[in-house]
């Protein structure tokens, strides 16, 4: 029965504990009944996602950051990275950050935006994110990627990093 303190149609429970909550609400259309005959159902579902007041513990991590190929070694532009996103915590988190290319010397070659549509990570999961690099035309050598990534109400930072090789060869091949 809901309380006449709750603007919600329903109570969350006095021992519900503290952190991210989530539900699924679906519906759809059920196929007609008749025997041998092809039918179609549409079926979909949101998602609400619930914050219940208390010990709150936003952790996440970067668990693994690697080239696509995991190589490391890029013989074409554009280099696709993959970075997978830990939370460790109790509430859902939308991490948000870049990824910064530099060069050998410590200059930027390029800023990629990771999550740009803030994607949420459930608590005690991970989800993949995945992001390229165009090149500029005539980069050649060793690159270091570098992703740091935000996230929670207290703004939290995590970053990881890797070396890689980038040698173009349809731009370098004719030259030679």
């Not at 990570?121 to 989800?127: A, D, G, R, W, Y």
């Not at 992703?147 to 930072?157: I, L, M, P, R």
Request: proline content about 8%; glycine content about 10%; some cysteine.
């Amino acid at each position: 029965r809901p309380s006449k303190l709750s603007p919600l149609p329903f109570c969350i429970p006095k021992d519900a504990e503290p952190g991210g909550h989530f539900a699924v609400v679906w519906w759809g259309t059920a196929p007609p009944g008749e025997g041998g005959q092809v039918a179609i159902a549409v079926r979909a579902g949101i998602l609400i996602l619930m914050r219940v007041s208390g010990d709150i513990q936003e952790a996440g991590r970067i668990s693994s950051f690697k080239a696509t190929d995991s190589k490391n070694i890029f013989w074409s532009s554009p280099a696709s990275f993959q970075i997978v996103f830990n939370n460790d915590g109790n509430v859902y988190l939308k991490p948000a950050g870049t990824i910064t290319i530099k060069n050998i010397l410590g200059w930027v070659s390029g800023k990629i935006t990771v999550n740009p549509y803030g994607l949420q990570v459930l608590p005690q999961s991970k989800n993949t994110f995945e992001a390229k690099w165009t090149a500029p035309r005539f980069a050649l050598g060793i690159f270091k990627a570098e992703a740091n990534f935000v996230f929670g109400e207290s703004q939290k930072t995590v970053s990881q990093g890797f070396w890689f090789l980038f040698i173009p060869l349809k731009t370098f091949v004719p030259v030679l």
